[in-house]
């Protein structure tokens, strides 16, 4: 056991005096992480929504301008979008067709007159079809307000005619004005409010750090296979078992020298992640952990069979890579494994970036622990095939 943990220490030195090796599995994950999450909206997102909108009123009367400014001060719509109330018609129509507007209501001349008739009114909206998801959420709001405003034209006209029938008259200038202080408002109609616990999304720079430590896990492995096979290849392997030393221990030094590694560089890539970007790992690091030492065992079985397929450094930097990056594609670093075709399902159980990136997801999401069993499962068990089948084809010579 001396033997063994000396090996491993040995290798361990090797490794950490390595600045490629270093660069590659520290320096790189995390500026891929950083440019990835913040190009797709992770690093700096602002959690208010400002969609710019206008509202313009050509109304010849006083009643679209009152209906320009309620809803411009509704408190709920503000939080959502930046509402300019505007007054020149073919300016605003020139900026949404540009694309500085996402979307404007246009109030038309025959507004008030039309509201003090109980004539039909129509008021028009202009969208940006780049926009189509947000200027169809401002149509939404327009067709809102129309409705609460004709529910409110429905009351007062049904109120006057009564109050005619019944003989009753107002004084003059005691008619209800469509925009004064009788107006329809948008509370008018109460909602409670019912709070559900929805599914915590997980953001780009979260997804991102999951994929890419899931990635340079495995390319950490690979610079443990470089190790064994430049030792066979300077005979310093061939030394070490004319010693009292084991194939054993040799094996299993190296492969504790590894797994040491990845174990520091995962923990390295988690605390990385979660200071400099802000990543929320989810409420049970503990399973993380584990995933993570799951992964760095799977890898470490890699670079064992990485070290028995090649015999020169170049071998195993021709395999390894492509065998990597095949893993990271099929297990959804790159893209989601959502968006992936069907028939790509049956290749996916294979690659341990899939199991482990897929636990990571769950457990950023609040997903309880035991959500991991199936996962920790099948990286255990490519671990397992893995070793089995480097230490099958494994050469010392």
Same mark, same amino acid.
């Given at each position: 056991m001396t033997r063994l943990l000396q090996i491993a220490l040995k290798d361990i030195k090797t490794l950490v005096r390595d600045k490629a090796a270093f660069l590659i599995m520290l320096g790189m994950p995390l500026v891929l992480i950083f440019i990835l999450g913040s190009a797709l909206g992770g690093v700096g997102e602002s959690e208010n929504v400002d969609i710019p909108v206008a509202i313009v009123s050509v109304d010849a009367g006083d009643e679209g301008a009152h209906f320009a400014e309620a809803i411009a001060g509704v408190e709920d719509l503000q939080a959502v979008f930046n509402i300019d109330v505007r007054d020149d018609v073919d300016e605003v129509r020139a900026e949404v067709e540009r694309g500085d507007l996402t979307a404007a209501l246009v109030i038309p001349a025959d507004f008030s007159a039309a509201l003090t008739a109980g004539d039909t009114v129509q008021l028009e909206v202009l969208q940006d079809p780049g926009s189509e998801m947000t200027a169809g959420i401002w149509a939404g709001v327009a067709r809102a307000a129309a409705a609460n405003l004709s529910a409110g034209q429905i009351v007062r006209i049904t109120v006057e005619r009564t109050l005619a029938d019944a003989g009753i008259t107002r004084p003059p200038g005691a008619a209800p004005q469509a925009g004064g202080e009788d107006a329809m408002v948008f509370d008018a109609v109460g909602v409670e409010e019912l709070q559900v616990e929805p599914d915590k999304q997980v953001d780009m720079i979260d997804y991102y750090a999951a994929g890419q430590t899931g990635l340079f896990l495995l390319f950490g492995a690979m610079f443990g296979a470089f190790g064994f096979v430049k030792e066979r290849r300077e005979q310093t392997l061939a030394r070490m078992l004319a010693s009292p030393a084991t194939k054993f221990d040799i094996v299993g030094g190296k492969s504790l020298g590894i797994f040491a590694?990845?174990? #520091?560089?995962?923990?390295?890539?988690?605390?990385?992640?979660?200071?400099?970007?802000?990543?929320?790992?989810?409420?049970?690091?503990?399973?993380?952990?584990?995933?993570?030492? =799951?992964?760095?065992?799977? #890898?470490?079985?890699?670079?064992?069979?990485?070290? =028995?397929?090649?015999?020169?450094?170049?071998?195993?930097?021709?395999?390894?890579?492509?065998?990597?990056?095949?893993?990271?594609?099929?297990?959804?670093?790159?893209?989601?494994?959502?968006?992936?075709?069907?028939?790509?399902?049956?290749?996916? #159980?294979?690659?341990?970036?899939?199991?482990?990136?897929?636990?990571?997801?769950?457990?950023?999401?609040?997903?309880?622990?035991?959500?991991?069993?199936?996962?920790?499962?099948?990286?255990?068990?490519?671990?397992?095939?893995?070793?089995?089948?480097?230490?099958?084809?494994?050469?010392?010579?």
């Open positions: 590694v990845g174990t #520091a560089q995962f923990a390295a890539l988690y605390l990385g992640t979660t200071y400099l970007f802000g990543v929320d790992w989810g409420p049970t690091p503990m399973g993380i952990f584990l995933i993570g030492l =799951a992964e760095v065992l799977a #890898a470490t079985g890699l670079a064992m069979t990485l070290s =028995a397929l090649g015999n020169t450094e170049r071998v195993i930097g021709g395999i390894g890579p492509t065998a990597i990056m095949l893993f990271a594609a099929l297990g959804g670093s790159m893209i989601p494994v959502d968006m992936m075709p069907s028939w790509m399902a049956p290749l996916q #159980a294979i690659s341990p970036v899939y199991w482990a990136m897929g636990a990571f997801l769950d457990l950023m999401r609040g997903d309880p622990l035991s959500v991991i069993v199936g996962p920790l499962g099948a990286l255990l068990g490519i671990a397992v095939v893995l070793f089995g089948f480097g230490l099958w084809r494994l050469r010392f010579e």
